[in-house]
């Protein structure tokens, strides 16, 4: 692929998109993105705005004929189109038909089984009745884990069921998977990468920190604290992972580490990552340039840390606020050293809406966890 002169384009213009855009920024690629408003995050930078919707398949068919590589911030995005223009011979990463089993928990679920990757024991549904039907023969015992199979996200698409009153309220409708609980000593993520010439690279393994009052995650801290036996075991996880799907651009894998310390896969995301965030500063290469590498066949860049240690926190609407969205306390955390802070500019705020997230360097682990709580504790989305 030349630079500068290869069109670039992808599937949604959200905050993924944008910052996709700024690292195309450097090599002054021509960066084109689609999606139904230009008042979106990546709309003021690209080249080009598409207005559509990636769920409209003449839509992306149209769009994927304006570009000469087509790649994707959100798994949501209407497949046949993507079939039929690589039908055409288009550059498409990640390929559809990988794309098209990740979008699918319980396709991706399977695929593990089929490739040896270890995860969590799971059983296919097609209607709560017949989840309760299961309970009641005794295929399964509470507690356990429902997930809905399409377009479940930010944690929107699971439900414990832990009760006899859970299982009559708690259950998603539709099609689903059940899995059992796993025990969690820490969850982990990492982000790797291809290229169709076959180099592949990883970052450093992310460890996610949980609020246990709102069970989400708050902090993610690099590099994970976990020993180099489980960091090297989650890595070839990780790339068997990405090898097994044929993909080129990233892979985000994220692990469950169990008490008796088994790694199982428990979801993947085909494109940049929440995880990979704090790149953007820690590492020498972003998880946005290296995507942009993997997707164009370019020498993947050097994913070593160039700091000690850093944590990312999202920044997330104050519950409560709704409306045109203001960052108190800005000034304040701006003026901290190491402290990095990104605005998705989004219009309005939402209680526990993403609005933007925050980098935070330190020389160690703590250090870079010091200011990262006190970013929290400052900086507020309101109205
Ligand atoms: N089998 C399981 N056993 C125990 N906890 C689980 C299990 N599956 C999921 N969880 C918990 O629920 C969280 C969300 O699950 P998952 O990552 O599958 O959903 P998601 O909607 O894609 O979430 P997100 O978008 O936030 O990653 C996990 O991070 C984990 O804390
Ligand atoms: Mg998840």
Not at 143 to 148: D, L, M
Not at 219 to 242: K, Q, Y
Not at 318 to 326: H, M
């Amino acid at each position: 692929m030349k630079i500068p002169s290869t069109r670039l384009g992808v599937l949604g213009g959200g905050q993924l998109g944008k910052m996709m855009a700024l690292a195309a920024g450097n090599w002054h690629l021509p960066f084109f993105a689609l999606d139904t408003s230009r008042d979106f995050p990546a709309g003021s930078f690209c080249t080009g705005f598409e207005e559509g919707n990636f769920n409209h398949y003449e839509d992306v068919l149209r769009f994927g004929k304006m570009v000469d590589v087509l790649t994707i911030e959100i798994e949501h995005v209407n497949i046949a189109a993507l079939l039929q223009l690589e039908r055409e011979g288009r550059v498409i990463h990640p390929r559809p038909a990988a794309l098209q089993i990740i979008k699918d928990k319980g396709l991706q679920k399977q695929f593990y089984i089929e490739k040896g990757l270890p995860t969590a024991s799971f059983e296919l549904f097609e209607t709560p009745e017949a989840i309760r039907e299961a309970v009641t023969r005794g295929a399964w015992k509470l507690p356990f884990v429902q997930k809905s199979r399409t377009d479940g996200y930010d944690g929107r698409g699971v439900s414990v069921i832990r009760t006899e009153q859970d299982l009559a309220e708690k259950l998603l409708p539709g099609a689903s998977l059940l899995e059992e609980m796993v025990p969690i000593e820490k969850e982990i993520a990492l982000v790797v990468a291809r290229n169709k010439r076959g180099e592949t690279a990883a970052f450093p393994l992310v460890e996610m920190l949980f609020d246990p009052d709102a069970n989400l995650v708050t902090f993610l801290a690099c590099p994970a604290r976990v020993s180099p036996e489980i960091a090297i075991a989650a890595e070839a996880l990780a790339l068997a992972a990405i090898e097994a799907y044929d993909i080129c651009g990233l892979l985000a894998v994220e692990l469950f580490l169990t008490p008796d310390q088994q790694l199982l896969v428990n979801e993947v995301a085909p494109r940049p990552h929440n995880s990979g965030h704090h790149t953007i500063e820690s590492c020498n290469t972003s998880q946005f340039e290296q995507h942009i590498r993997g997707v164009l066949d370019l020498p993947l860049g050097s994913t070593s840390l160039k700091v000690p240690a850093a944590v990312m926190l999202n920044l997330l609407g104050e519950p409560g606020y709704e409306g045109p969205a203001l960052y108190e306390n800005l000034d304040q955390c701006l003026g901290m050293e190491g402290v990095h802070v990104h605005l998705y500019g989004k219009a309005t705020t939402k209680p526990f809406r993403k609005m933007g997230h925050v980098t935070a360097l330190g020389e160690t682990p703590e250090a870079a966890m010091e200011k990262a709580l006190k970013v929290k504790e400052l900086l507020k989305v309101k109205v």
